[in-house]
């Protein structure tokens, strides 16, 4: 099973930005099934919501409300960022790590809250 661990959420003004990182962890054979990274989040009072894919091959995917703003990206196989400029109170959530799976079964972090206030 693979065990992930999001860091870097906290406080931020609108228009300001944050850095956040999955770290995954688990045995080899875990790790070696990891297909598609990404990151999800969820408002208060809200589903569940994509905000970036990174399938492999490079074909990087973004909510449409994210596009422009957020960066995804990876520095190797076991840890992946997202990069969220241009905060606004509608990116309020608590973010979540995703690692899915050739047939998409997905394992997840345990979530970190980003909270965007003046």
């Known amino acids: 099973q693979v065990h992930l661990v999001e860091s870097g959420g906290g406080f931020v003004q609108p228009g300001g930005s944050l850095r956040l990182a999955c770290a995954a962890s688990?045995?080899?054979?875990?790790?070696?099934?990891?297909?598609?990274k990404g990151w999800y989040r969820q408002a208060p009072g809200k589903e569940r919501e994509m905000v970036a894919l990174?399938?492999?091959?490079?074909?990087l995917i973004y909510a449409d409300s994210v596009k422009g703003r957020f960066t995804i990206s990876r520095d190797n196989a076991k840890n992946w960022f997202l990069r969220m400029d241009s905060l606004t109170s509608e990116d309020t959530a608590v973010y979540y790590c995703c690692a899915k799976d050739r047939v998409g079964r997905a394992s997840w972090g345990q979530g970190t809250q980003v909270t965007v206030s003046s």
């Open positions: 688990g045995n080899p054979r875990s790790l070696s099934t990891i297909y598609t």
């Open positions: 990174m399938p492999p091959g490079g074909s």
